[in-house]
């Protein structure tokens, strides 16, 4: 599985970005995607993500800003930020999930940064 996601940049506070990521290959039939995000010097942490079971989680700090959706294909995922604040800068990462078998895959990440 090969995950290409793209969308990050640099935005104002208030400003609005919109992420993607697309899955290829081998892909599973019982799979979960969603966007972590690292910020310098904290740990990897959940932004959104849909489960196999089609429900959408969120971090509290981005619910209400953030919608995460899945394009009809089901392979490509989006990330809406709007309202983006200072602390939203990070490396966002698009994970795949083969949930039936256990296998866990990553994307390169895109960077977002907002300033204030």
């Known amino acids: 599985v090969q995950l290409q996601a793209c969308g990050g940049g640099l935005v104002q506070a208030g400003g609005s970005l919109r992420l993607s990521c697309a899955a290829s290959g081998s892909l599973f039939s019982g799979n979960a995607m969603g966007w972590y995000r690292q910020a310098p010097g904290k740990q990897r942490e959940l932004v959104a993500a849909i489960t196999s079971g089609g429900s959408t989680n969120y971090a509290d700090s981005v619910k209400g800003r953030f919608t995460f959706s899945r394009g009809s294909a089901k392979n490509t995922v989006y990330l809406q930020m709007n309202s983006l604040k200072p602390e939203d800068t990070a490396l966002y990462c698009c994970?795949?999930?083969?949930?039936?078998?256990?296998?866990?895959?990553w994307g390169q990440g895109t960077e977002v940064t907002v300033s204030s």
């Open positions: 994970n795949y999930k083969a949930t039936n078998w256990g296998y866990d895959y």
